[in-house]
């Protein structure tokens, strides 16, 4: 059977990172194996679907290099074929109407948990004569569809867990459909798996406790089950169930955030899976090559914002200077003056410190507009603001009256550091400094010169002067 594989999510909400994990790992199995990697939006809730979340999906698989291999199979599209189904397991009393309210189902459970049962339905509704459910059905009384769970043992065996075992008689008979048109998960699932001729399963442990629900359902339709493999929880770095806080971002905040794809893709992957030669840094066609469910853990994926900051990092670092800038676009402030070479600059002054692209407006807001500072900053030590004006003067005529083409701070670098040996070190580099980052700490005044350029270091000595009265 060829290796096909599908992520499945419902579009209830934006993708989350915990989403796109197992997207991943789908997406990985499927590329190792040369097999193919689908897409199935699961949107038969509709009250909950959205248009909205599963475009987001689709960007998102998109955005992260996840594109699937064929046109996405959408479940409401398909109700014809849940509807076969249901039909087929009512004909054949595998599954029954049932008209038991919420009201009588919560008694009845309350009773059983009160008498120290774990709940499942009574099969109340399983034995009604025929004639009598036409007539209910006919005068519109609400039912659902209940699927007969067989009262046995289920196994199969997990890619991840290795043998697992249920006994299904503990379920008791699950609801399938809110009627024939509107089918649950559980059989949804079913059928579209093997119409789709999935052959593996990978999603979510969250999901196990349905795998045997789903494999009575294969048993009963008589459909060939696929093989199971269920990823690891994320637990969160209190080895808790992850909290909303990391897995309930939605991915697109990673991606407004400024967290490149390689690096996502690199993180998620180590949320559960690790090559066999231990590293932290794994290019995409590695983690092609080396992608085994073997080695896919059982216990917990513990989620690190950390380790997702360093890798951002490293992988900011892999970016030429050019490329680093051509992904900022679209985080520069809007008062930006400079043209390509000062942002050029710009980021080669502040990119060591970038943990994302979203920190360049904060590491780089003062080169763009000046900060409201003190006047007495400009001091150095207990110098007079007489002293720090002389110096500023004349550290200002050096700046506008050099004529190198194209201006640098290596243009007047020479002259500034004469002034500086003359007068002081501190006395002349501190104010100037000062005013032109309008900060206590900063890089030096000649690279700022040679970032901000001749004018609007010009200007920002004026204003220093200004404040000096
Ligand atoms: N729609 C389910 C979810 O979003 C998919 C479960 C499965 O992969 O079988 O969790």
Redesign the pocket.
Known sequence: MPIRV?????PTGFLTLG?AR?ALFNWLFARNAGGGFLLRI?DTDAERSREEYERDIREMLEWLGLTPDEEPVRQTERLDLYEQALKRLLDEHKAYWCFCSEEELEAAYQAQLAQGFSPKYSGKCRALPEEEVAERRKHGESAVIRFKVPEKVYSFTDLVRGRVEFNAGLIGDIVIAKGLREPL?NLA?VID?ADMKISH?V??E??IS?TPKQLALYEALGLERPQFAHLPLILGPDRKKLSKRYLANALKDYRRDGYLPDALINFMVLLGWHPAVDREVISREDMVKEFTMKRVQKAGAIFNPEKLDWLNATYLKQLSLEQLVARLKDYLPPQLFSDDTSLLKVTALVRDRMKKLADFQKLAAFLFELPEYPPSLLNWKQNQPTVTRENLNVALTIVTECTAEPFTGRAVEGPIMALAAARGRGDVLWPLRVALSGQDASPGPIELIDTIGKEESARRIRVALAKLG
């Open positions: 599908r992520f499945a999510p419902s989403g197992t699961e998960y699932v798996d399963v999603r979510g969250e999901h349905n």
